[in-house]
């Protein structure tokens, strides 16, 4: 066994987690990010079987109901409204930047588990935190200064950073409910499951009510492309990256997996800018690099 398997599959995870955010983003410019989410859970759904499959991991037949009660509110909290604020973020700011604003999610979820859950954070802990939040709001100013001197995507910019921001929100208060749903030695992966398929169902029942299921239909079907970049933003990130980092958690230690597994936004440097023709400048570089380290502070203490 390769010593350094967990390591390697914590830098798989976040390079997945890259690339199926670019997928979401190509796609939501085409049919819109309400559609992207709706369309990719139930695909996420399928992926997730499949991962449990592989990894010979029971499927979860049987569940307590607190515990159910716990991860399906985790789903719609996370899933359904954190994530679709992060998909709108992907249209009005990109994937680099709201990707970035993610990283704020670990952040929030430790200030909410010391305050709800009673959990102590660190002198270091403290100071990670700082860096993160400094790191984001470094790179924020960069390119608010950048697209006023351009005079480009200006009204787009404030919104799509509070639909990061949600988004981060979203996942933080996830983490908070999936935690409480995950004690005991119940497998991560269930977890996965639950929360998605919950999220699916209340997310479709919606669309159904409001009369939108045909309409989502054909509109898929009327743009191919995009039900390929949903569908391979499903593999890489549902399946691949929830897979990896199920891997990385159990070959390192849970600080070193979080750490690496937070290196998205820097692989997604060179993906905006090759892809997107995102033009940044070193402050940009600089603070992804000191909200990045910030985050692993926080993980590594």
């Known amino acids: 066994m390769n010593a350094y398997l967990g390591e390697i599959a914590a830098l798989i995870t976040s390079l997945c987690f890259s690339i199926t955010s670019t997928f979401f983003t190509l796609a939501g410019q085409k049919v819109g990010s309400v559609i992207v989410n709706r369309t990719r859970l139930g695909i996420a759904v399928i992926f997730i079987i499949c991962a449990h499959f592989l990894l010979r991991v029971p499927l979860p037949y049987k569940i307590e109901t607190e515990r159910f009660f716990w991860l399906g509110l985790s789903g719609i909290i996370g899933v359904v409204l954190g994530d679709a604020s992060l998909f709108q973020a992907f249209i009005l700011i990109g994937p680099r930047i709201s990707m970035l604003l993610m990283g704020l999610a670990p952040v929030l979820a430790a200030i909410l588990a ?49 639909f990061g921001f949600g988004g981060a929100a979203g996942q933080a208060l996830g983490m908070i409910t999936a ?10 992966l269930s977890g996965t499951l639950i929360r998605m398929v919950t999220a699916a169902i209340v997310l479709w029942s919606f669309t159904i009510f409001r009369g939108q299921a045909r309409k989502t239909v054909e509109l898929l079907n009327s743009n191919r492309q995009s039900l390929g970049y949903i569908t391979a933003g499903s593999f890489t990130g549902p399946f691949l990256g929830v897979t990896f980092s ?34 940044f400048g070193w402050g940009a570089i600089a603070g992804t690099l000191v909200a990045v380290a910030g985050v692993g502070i926080l993980f590594l203490v």
């Open 246 to 279: 199920l891997i990385a958690i159990q070959n390192t230690s849970i600080g070193v997996a979080s750490t690496l597994m937070a290196l998205t936004p820097i692989f997604l440097l060179p993906i905006s800018h090759s892809i997107f023709n995102e033009r």
């Open 114 to 162: 010391w305050i709800f859950l009673g959990e102590q954070l660190s002198e270091l802990q403290i100071l990670g935190i700082g860096l993160t939040l400094g790191g984001v709001l470094w790179v924020i100013i960069e390119h608010n200064r950048k697209i006023n001197s351009n005079g480009i995507e200006k009204k787009n910019y404030l919104p799509g950073i509070l």
């Open 179 to 188: 935690k409480k749903g995950l004690g005991g030695d119940f497998p991560a």
